[in-house]
């Protein structure tokens, strides 16, 4: 299983915004921290913004944040969001499937389990989890020069 760029650019713009929480900050800034295309990180921000993950404000002093608490963000939401598109596999998607053995095969069935699982268990992780006391994060992340006291700079808790 690989994850799409969008999924993994739309935990970084999240885990951005959580270390930087008390300012907002831009998206030019996330795609230079985050080693991204700013176009890319546009287009995420922008479904972010749509399905209430993000806000944004425009204009010069503009910028985005957090639309909720990093507590109340499920990874596995953010996943299912920019990964429910593409279908895991041929036979996922009726419209492009040609596989002679969908009528019969078991392994789909299998598939559709271990997916499920897979997402229980992102459905366990909040965006609180993935930065609350990851210093090395909040290191390379903070937009700002002021770290939290609990984090030196360099720290790796």
């Known amino acids: 299983m690989r994850l799409t760029i969008r999924t993994n650019l739309a935990a970084r713009v999240l885990m951005y915004c959580a270390v930087n929480a008390s300012e907002l900050v831009r998206t030019s800034d996330i795609?230079?921290?985050?080693?991204?295309?700013l176009n890319h990180v546009a287009r995420v921000v922008q479904q972010l913004q749509a399905e209430g993950f993000i806000e944004t404000l425009r204009g010069r002093a503009g910028g985005l944040r957090l639309a909720k608490?990093?507590?109340?963000?499920?990874?596995g939401?953010?996943?299912?969001?920019?990964?429910t598109d593409?279908?895991?596999?041929?036979?996922f998607d009726p419209d492009n499937n040609t596989c002679p053995l969908t009528g019969v095969c078991r392994l789909r069935n299998y598939v559709i389990r271990a997916l499920?699982?897979?997402?229980?268990?992102l459905d366990m992780v909040t965006l609180d989890d993935l930065v609350r006391?990851?210093?090395?994060?909040?290191?390379?992340?903070?937009?700002g020069p002021q770290i939290p006291e609990s984090c030196s700079?360099?720290?790796?808790?």
């Open 86 to 91: 593409i279908p895991f596999a041929e036979c």
């Open 133 to 143: 006391g990851n210093c090395g994060l909040v290191d390379l992340l903070s937009a």
């Open 116 to 121: 499920e699982a897979f997402y229980h268990e």
């Open 31 to 37: 795609a230079r921290d985050c080693n991204a295309s």
């Open 153 to 157: 700079r360099g720290g790796t808790a």
């Open 77 to 83: 939401a953010v996943f299912r969001l920019f990964e």
């Open 69 to 75: 608490p990093a507590d109340r963000i499920s990874i």
